[in-house]
């Protein structure tokens, strides 16, 4: 069964510390991994897509690693500030069977983790 | 350019009723999707739509009802709705499929059934 698993579910850091949340994946075959941030009461925003080539991905104050021998996959935020306040969901596709790129291929996403970041 | 947009923001429904959850997009994607999001769950999967007319199953499809005659909309119908039903519903679109393609997200509507 396909599982996509974030640690920690809940942080709190004070405004210009860094932090990095996990995710750990069993979703196979895998391709690509696509880190969501979700301001709360809106919809999920894509931060970043790595895919299986792909050990580290910037995308201003975040970066995500991926080690697709392990499974994992770490987001860090650097300097954060107030509004990264957010859930992060991790979320993995995987590849249809007998079908290429354009077809849909079933997302596995993670529960979240809840980043709440204090002045 | 609206991007993808989803009507009503909020919903107060009877259990029994029947309410339609409106979804619409102005980038031509092929592909769109209807999630609910439950504390305790990640997104789930309700229905899918690959382009006009046609529509597939989801993980949890049971009590709703999906069409799509125009590629820009894909509403979501509960036939009648029950306080399971209660939920927060995002609504999605992509390109092509999701394997390689990026998906993106309507504000979604926080439903409740009462």
């Known amino acids: 069964k396909n599982q996509v698993e974030q640690s920690p579910q809940s942080l709190i850091i004070l405004e210009g510390k860094n932090c990095t949340l996990q995710?750990?994946?069993?979703?196979?075959?895998?391709?690509?991994l696509r880190w969501y941030k979700q301001d709360t009461g809106r919809g999920p925003v894509s931060l970043t897509i790595m895919t299986f080539s792909e050990n580290t991905k910037s995308n201003g104050r975040y970066t995500a690693t991926l080690d697709a021998d392990t499974k994992q996959s770490s987001l860090h935020i650097t300097a954060s500030q107030l509004s990264d306040s957010a859930s992060y969901i991790c979320v993995v596709p995987s590849r249809p069977p007998n079908a290429g790129g354009t077809s849909y291929g079933k997302l596995t996403f993670g529960q979240g983790t809840i980043l709440t970041v204090h002045p | 350019d609206a991007g993808i947009t989803q009507s009503p923001r909020y919903k107060i429904t009877e259990t029994g009723r029947q309410v339609t959850l409106m979804c619409h997009q102005t980038?031509?994607?092929?592909?769109m999707f209807w999630y609910r999001q439950d504390l305790g769950h990640g997104l789930r999967l309700i229905y899918y739509?690959?382009?006009?007319?046609?529509?597939d199953k989801g993980e949890v499809p049971d009590g709703y009802v999906v069409s799509r005659s125009k590629t820009e909309n894909f509403p979501l119908t509960l036939e009648s709705a029950t306080r399971s039903q209660t939920s927060v519903y995002f609504c999605?679109?992509?390109?092509?499929?999701?394997?390689?393609?990026?998906?993106?997200f309507g504000p979604g509507t926080r439903l409740t059934v009462t």
């Open positions: 980038w031509s994607h092929s592909y």
């Open positions: 995710c750990n994946y069993t979703v196979s075959p895998f391709s690509n």
């Open positions: 739509s690959a382009a006009a007319d046609i529509t």
């Open positions: 999605a679109s992509s390109e092509q499929g999701t394997f390689s393609y990026e998906q993106y």
